[in-house]
């Protein structure tokens, strides 16, 4: 029976991997905070360890001794300035130890989850070969851009890691980053879709090719995980036909969306509560960039979801959960 460790076991991605590392058979090895719920996670066969991601001893303790896989999942997210510094700690020094961990315990493989982030959200096709674009400074891409730079240092030493780069990511577990868009819709609270497009991605298609990098993966390569190009009015509209609920059929002006998102982040510095839209997320949406997924299609047999699908996967798991209630 293989044996995995997982970081970020209780998160979207994470409980996704559980679920089809368990459903294939695999031992695994749960890592959490200590005050994250559970609840989810003890749905699964795994064995739950406690653990900071930064705090090297403390992982390494957890992590069990030539582990055939080290999934990375554990992130920081944040898209608000207020939490940049804990996210550098949790996204750049987490990453290192978890790292250092998997190499002092001899982990057969590491396989490291980024974002297309990395990549920019400007305009035009993007691939594993196009520049990595993201600002200098704190920031989600940045960020995760300098834990990439930590991956790729160690593959380079000869640690067999490899990073996959997932798009937007939809699909079950999912209770605060797209899911959002579903729940917005449901209450009536939607102030506006955005004028931008991405590309999209199912999170049990990812967790299913962060399973095939163990084996098909080539060490210190990126991987882009995407395959749905749509414009958020789109998405929006299938949403609408999921939910019964009306929509609006335009995007607002990108100029608007700024202005809306400047003006609520001044807010913030008066409430304290984090706004719903930043300028972090602001540019995010606006962009225009779409993604391809060939080499993993390729190399690690990646099989892209159709944006209904997965939407439909999100909302039903919404709903099962009792997330959409009034």
Not at 44 to 56: S, W
Not at 100 to 118: D, E, L, P
Not at 288 to 311: N, T
Request: proline residues 5%; aromatic residues 8%; positive net charge.
């Amino acid at each position: 029976m293989p044996l995995a460790f997982v970081t970020g076991a209780t998160g979207f991605l994470g409980l996704n991997l559980v679920e089809r590392l368990a459903a294939g058979g695999w031992e695994i090895v749960a890592l959490h905070r200590a005050g994250s719920d559970t609840a989810r996670l003890a749905r699964f066969p795994a064995r739950r360890a406690v653990g900071d991601i930064a705090d090297r001893a403390a992982v390494e303790a957890a992590m069990p001794e030539g582990a055939d896989a080290a999934f990375h999942c554990a992130a920081n997210t944040a898209m608000w300035s207020r939490r940049y510094a804990q996210q550098w700690r949790d996204n750049v020094e987490g990453t290192k130890a978890v790292l250092a961990a998997a190499r002092a315990r001899g982990a057969k493989r590491f396989v490291h989850v980024s974002t297309i982030g990395v990549y920019g959200h400007g305009h035009g096709l993007i691939t594993e070969d196009s520049p990595q674009v993201a600002p200098v400074g704190l920031g989600y891409g940045p960020s995760k851009a300098a834990a990439e730079a930590a991956v790729k240092t160690a593959a380079g030493e000869g640690f067999p890691a490899v990073i996959v780069n997932p798009g937007h990511m939809i699909g079950r577990y999912d209770t605060r980053n797209w899911a959002r868009m579903i729940e917005m819709t449901v209450k009536g609270t939607i102030p506006g879709v955005p004028p931008g497009a991405g590309s999209f991605c199912h999170a049990t298609a990812v967790a299913d090719a962060m399973i095939a990098a163990v084996v098909r993966g080539r060490p210190g390569q990126n991987y882009l995980l995407a395959g749905a190009d749509a414009s958020f009015v789109e998405v929006f509209r299938i949403i609408g036909r999921l939910t019964g609920r009306g929509v609006p059929k335009r995007a607002m002006p990108a100029a608007a969306l700024r202005l809306y998102a400047r003006l609520l982040t001044g807010i913030a510095a008066i409430t304290g509560r984090e706004p719903q839209i930043t300028p972090a997320i602001a540019d995010v949406v606006t962009g225009q960039a779409r993604f391809s997924s060939a080499r993993a299609i390729r190399e690690l047999g990646y099989q892209p979801v159709s944006l209904e699908a997965m939407l439909e996967d999100s909302y039903r798991w919404m709903n099962d959960e009792g997330l959409l209630a009034a």
